[in-house]
């Protein structure tokens, strides 16, 4: 039997198929919830966005699960402006990695969770940014030890402002996470990153998507079910021999 991904829900949310919707509410919700929890969202904003799907689901083409997710990120509401240029030419030293790291402090990760995000101990993450909080006071003209996390909303916008002609697949960070990229392909993609602050907030994005989906468990059953009425779907009755089996009546 062939395996249900989320390339099929996609198409069958699509077509208002209640499959699709079913595998949402089981599959998404739950990695939805962590990121909006992450971002101090109550119940009432990812109802909000769940309800919407019904309307918006058409502008998506299928793609991965963690990709999907990354897709329905809730964006901070702004704050104070800061240069990126400035900033970005402060941190030039550190290596893509590095970046990283520093980088999920705009998002608002202490270092316990930057660290398991991109997979390095807290030591060498506290190191990394220790160093580059050095960096910053020496390139900048006014620093404080919370300055990325207090202006983490300007300068992700300006990094995405600053999309490159040609940006790195979203299959190319999941097989960097996931271990399936050589060291040749993984060469030019650390190119990429190394030139360019957009592609390092995409990564962090991608990264804070595969955290959202693996350090969440699926919906079971009637779990789903309150997602699914915000969708408008019910789910079907089993049928005879499916009731006979579950030892339903």
Same mark, same amino acid.
């Given at each position: ?116 995000? !991109?997979?390095?101990? =807290?030591?060498?993450?506290?190191? %990394?940014?220790? *160093?580059?909080?050095?960096?910053? &006071? $020496? #390139?900048? +003209? ?24 040609? !940006?790195?697949?979203? =299959?190319?960070?999941?097989?960097? %996470?996931?271990? *399936?990229?050589?060291?040749?392909? &993984? $060469? #030019?993609? +650390? ?24 350090? !969440? ?17 019910? &789910? ?14």
């Amino acid at each position: 039997m062939a395996v249900y991904t989320s390339f099929d829900m996609i198409s069958d949310c699509r077509a208002n198929r209640a499959q699709g919707w079913i595998f949402l509410a089981e599959r998404a919700v739950p990695p939805l919830r962590w990121l909006y929890a992450r971002y101090g969202l109550d119940g009432s904003a990812l109802e909000s966005l769940l309800h919407s799907l019904k309307q918006r689901i058409a502008d998506f083409a299928p793609m991965k699960l963690r990709e999907f997710i990354a897709a329905l990120r809730p964006e901070p509401a702004p704050g104070p402006e800061l240069d990126l240029e400035p900033v970005a030419a402060a941190l030039e030293p550190l290596t893509v990695l590095e970046r990283q790291l520093v980088w999920l402090d705009t998002m608002g990760y202490d270092l316990s969770d930057a660290a398991r995000l !991109t997979r390095m101990s =807290a030591e060498t993450a506290g190191s %990394i940014r220790e *160093r580059a909080h050095e960096l910053l &006071r $020496a #390139g900048l +003209d006014s620093w404080n030890r919370t300055l990325l996390r207090d202006h983490g909303a300007s300068l992700g916008a300006q990094a995405r402002a600053a999309k490159p002609a040609e !940006t790195v697949r979203f =299959a190319d960070y999941l097989d960097i %996470i996931d271990g *399936r990229m050589t060291w040749q392909n &993984r $060469a #030019g993609v +650390d190119l990429k990153l190394a030139a360019s602050w957009y592609e390092i907030d995409q990564f962090c994005r991608v990264r804070e998507a595969d955290a959202a989906v693996t350090e !969440t468990r699926p919906f079971e059953g009637a779990e789903a079910d309150p997602y699914l009425a915000l969708f408008g779907v019910a &789910r079907p009755k089993p049928g005879l021999l499916s009731r006979v089996l579950s030892g339903r009546k």
